[in-house]
């Protein structure tokens, strides 16, 4: 049985090999200018067909299949989009998976409400490896997409204890598709948030400003124009301090997270609390904030978000995440205007906002199709999940292969809890580059190897291939005799938009070079009359390899 240092091994080897450079319409796609994006806010009129219910639902999950690409089409928008909102189960628990010397969390039981082993360090490589798990069974939900969005927005990272890492993400599990509002005033005393911005040390004679600074830049209402010394337009220097001074008090109890049981929440001591009145600028109506205990940091953040350029920030950094990174002067007003009124609207809760979103007509105008360059997780999930890669029965092997798939990620330079700072991932932030930060020469050299190896299905874990099943997947097309609907059909699940008669051409030339039709039509039927002839079935397979390998490696397939 192979080990996790092994697979581990595997992978880095497979990953790593020497590839060709870049191919070249990927390169000029990443030197392109932004494209241009047309439509508003209004819902969206026209074809509902296969491109624009894949499109949603790449956007909305992680690699849709082809089934319920399929069922999405015959649904209707509507129907995909309740869908999509429809609440869920809570997951299982993360496991332990791998340590045999945990007497308080045996093999195959979970680790998260069990007291603390000291040395032992597997439940941060058990949470990342379900996190894995819940990107790849998903269904059809916005829940993980909103998800991962939320993590990427309320950055935390360097979680000693699994336990801090497991609340802070059932919080924003349980509040993902909820009021943003009440998000923000349950991240502000999160006990991981308290660590990792050092709300935790905070008190009256030495307030710390790290959480105040984020909250304002990052969190809710963001950084404006420089318009003076110390002031950004939409708060300044001095409002960081006062919001610094109204926040603490609050710290974390770190012994009590290593006992067996609920997790704690966090303390509020009084006697740490600065209880002085705190003046705040104009920027906030220079409105003055009373002793209010362990009650204050919610007017803090109705202070907050009593600004409506909350609302606008917001609305940008979820355009950003759900259709494209360029925001001009029209699209500030036709798409982010009115969103951030349907938030102010609702009091900030998110479903409408993202049903507006979702059902607009910008969002599936014929130039948002296509245009993102799939993160990490992204990409991860599109070589596994439209192919139904198979994993083994047994859950802890199952952890092993999804542990080895987040290091694929971390690789790719997207590692689950650890983004790289706290504004999080630079692909939805740094002007002017954003999603080409997810291609260079080595992220695109990793991830071509990565489909090349899981095309030839060369990995081996526990003792058989990990990878996809070309031959399995061939038969489960219909019509896949005819190697043009073969073809057309793996486009059409994988790519966000047709290719050209060229490419088209090449990849047939890649399973059938210099053959007309029928030899494939022949070859393969002669597998399907007989599919226990394992000659019959390698023949197949060899074709078959160098025709997933290519589509695979096709630039487009790195775009969604």
């Known amino acids: 049985m192979a080990n996790l240092l092994e697979l581990r091994t595997q992978l880095k080897n497979k990953f790593s090999s020497p590839l060709p450079a870049p191919p070249k319409p990927l390169d000029a796609f990443l030197?392109?200018?932004?494209?241009?994006?047309?439509?508003?806010?209004?819902?969206?009129?026209?074809?509902?067909?296969?491109?624009?219910?894949?499109?949603?639902?790449?956007?909305?999950?992680?690699?849709?299949?082809?089934?319920?690409?399929?069922?999405?089409?015959?649904?209707?928008?509507?129907?995909?989009?309740?869908?999509?909102?429809?609440p869920y189960a809570a997951p299982p628990l993360p496991i332990n998976y791998n340590e045999q010397n945990d007497p308080n969390a045996p093999l195959g039981q979970s680790w998260v409400f069990e007291a603390i082993t000291p040395n032992l360090n597997y439940p941060n490589r058990s949470i990342r490896a379900w996190q894995v798990s819940l990107f790849l069974n998903e269904g059809v939900s916005l829940r993980e997409k909103m998800v991962l969005f939320w993590h990427n927005h309320f950055v935390t990272a360097d979680a000693l204890n699994a336990k801090l890492t497991y609340q802070y993400i059932d919080l924003i599990r349980k509040s993902a598709l909820g009021n943003y509002r009440q998000l923000v005033k349950d991240m502000t005393i999160n006990n991981l948030m308290l660590r990792y911005l050092n709300g935790a040390q905070s008190n009256k004679t030495a307030p710390n400003e790290n959480y105040a600074r984020e909250l304002l830049e990052l969190f809710t209402i963001g950084k404006g124009p420089d318009a003076g010394p110390g002031d950004y337009t939409t708060y300044t220097e001095t409002d960081i301090k006062e919001i610094a001074r109204a926040l603490t008090g609050w710290t974390v109890d770190s012994v009590a997270f290593n006992n067996a049981g609920p997790h704690p929440v966090a303390?509020?001591?009084?006697?740490?609390?600065?209880?002085?009145?705190?003046?705040?600028?104009?920027?906030?109506?220079?409105?003055?904030?009373?002793?209010?205990?362990?009650?204050?940091?919610?007017?803090?953040?109705?202070?907050?978000?009593a600004q409506d350029e909350v609302s606008r920030f917001m609305a940008r950094n979820l355009y950003r995440w759900f259709v494209y990174y360029n925001i001009d002067a029209e699209i500030e007003a036709n798409v982010i205007e009115p969103l951030a009124q349907v938030m102010l609207d609702n009091n900030y809760e998110m479903r409408p906002v993202l049903e507006a979103l979702l059902r607009s007509e910008h969002f599936y105008d014929e130039n948002a199709i296509g245009c993102q360059i799939k993160s990490p997780i992204d990409f991860m999930a599109s070589v596994v999940k439209p192919f139904a890669v198979d994993l083994p029965q047994d859950i802890t092997k199952k952890y092993v292969i999804w542990y080895a798939?987040?290091?694929?990620?971390?690789?790719?330079?997207?590692?689950?809890?650890?983004p790289p700072n706290v504004a999080g991932w630079k692909a939805y932030y740094q002007d002017p580059v954003y999603y080409r930060n997810w291609i260079s020469s080595v992220t695109l050299t990793v991830r071509i190897a990565a489909t090349t190896s899981m095309s030839q299905g060369q990995i081996m874990i526990f003792d058989r291939p990990f990878g996809i099943d070309v031959v399995r997947v061939t038969d489960s097309i219909e019509g896949s005799t005819d190697p043009n609907v073969l073809i057309q059909k793996l486009v059409d699940l994988l790519l966000p938009y047709p290719l050209t008669q060229g490419q088209m051409d090449s990849l047939k030339e890649l399973l059938i070079p210099g053959l007309p039709d029928f030899e494939w039509t022949v070859e393969y039927g002669q597998y399907l009359n007989e599919p226990t002839n394992e000659t019959y079935k390698k023949a197949v397979e060899n074709r078959l390899i160098p025709l997933f390998i290519g589509l695979l490696g096709l630039p487009e397939f790195q775009l969604m």
């Open 405 to 418: 798939l987040h290091g694929l990620n971390a690789t790719l330079q997207q590692d689950m809890y650890g």
């Open 267 to 305: 303390i509020f001591r009084n006697n740490r609390h600065d209880t002085g009145t705190k003046q705040l600028t104009n920027r906030f109506g220079n409105v003055v904030i009373n002793n209010l205990g362990a009650d204050e940091y919610k007017t803090v953040v109705d202070i907050i978000l």
């Open 31 to 86: 030197n392109a200018p932004p494209v241009v994006i047309n439509g508003s806010l209004d819902p969206y009129a026209g074809p509902w067909n296969e491109q624009t219910a894949k499109h949603l639902l790449k956007r909305a999950m992680f690699a849709p299949t082809a089934q319920q690409i399929s069922d999405a089409v015959a649904d209707g928008l509507e129907t995909t989009l309740e869908k999509l909102f429809t």
